[in-house]
């Protein structure tokens, strides 16, 4: 199976998953497939991330959502409140390996951050990537950080989780740089590859989600380094913010 699998986690909610999933859709020039294994927060028929995505990335786009629950909490929390059906890890992995048949790429946004549960057995994202490995399909994930104090924290723990669970990292990416960026975003520009152990592959500017969706490409190609399709330098970044 050749097709590219990326699962895209952050080291917690708000800190910009759904932008950079879509900002790594608009990069393919051939369909891409995007799952969103459990949405929170939103009633039937509400427009959610794969709507988000595909308004960003455009026609491309094959988007698929396999739960919704209402309430904006943890999966497990939400289905259990709702009375809904938990996701299973195997019906996940049946999904990416189909997706994976079908598209060049496919891109798996999950909820919240990487060990939020997904069911009663406390099955989190990382488990439903290891269900895909077992399936045969090879994954790895991004990791989107926040920009200012407090990331090298959380980078470090969901690096450490995925390392610990035998699960590739591929690089890391800020979800929402600042206009204004304080000193500890500056400094952290140096500090996130270290904290993560994997390269810092883009920073996608605050606001971004605001742009129509020929413009968003641009923003996307200009704030993604090469390994994920676009032409952001990490150095040249990180020489330009450099704290005084």
Request: hydrophobic share 50%; charged share 15%; with cysteine.
């Amino acid at each position: 199976m050749s097709s590219s699998v990326l699962f895209v986690t952050g080291t917690g909610t708000e800190v910009g998953k759904t932008v950079t999933t879509a900002a790594l859709a608009a990069l393919h020039t051939a369909p891409v497939a995007v799952l969103k294994p459990g949405q929170t927060g939103l009633a039937p028929g509400e427009p959610g991330d794969i709507d988000e995505v595909a308004r960003l990335a455009g026609p491309l786009v094959h988007g698929v959502e396999l739960a919704r629950y209402p309430e904006p909490l943890a999966p497990d929390t939400a289905a259990r409140r709702s009375g809904l059906p938990t996701l299973a890890p195997d019906e996940v992995a049946k999904t990416v390996a189909d997706l994976a048949d079908r598209f060049g790429a496919v891109l798996v946004e999950g909820a919240g951050g990487l060990l939020v549960r997904y069911d009663e057995q406390g099955r989190t994202l990382a488990d439903l990537a290891a269900a895909c490995e077992l399936a045969g399909v090879q994954a790895e994930f991004l990791l989107v950080a926040a920009a200012g104090l407090g990331t090298l924290n959380a980078t470090a723990l969901t690096a450490e989780a995925l390392r610990h669970r035998g699960l590739a990292l591929r690089g890391v990416v800020v979800g929402s740089w600042p206009a204004d960026p304080d000193l500890a975003a500056r400094c952290n520009l140096a500090d996130l590859p270290s904290a993560a152990g994997a390269p810092l592959l883009g920073a996608l500017p605050a606001g971004a989600a605001g742009r129509p969706a020929p413009a968003f490409r641009e923003v996307a190609a200009s704030s993604l380094a090469p390994a994920l399709g676009g032409h952001w330098d990490a150095e040249a970044f990180a020489t330009a913010h450099r704290p005084g």
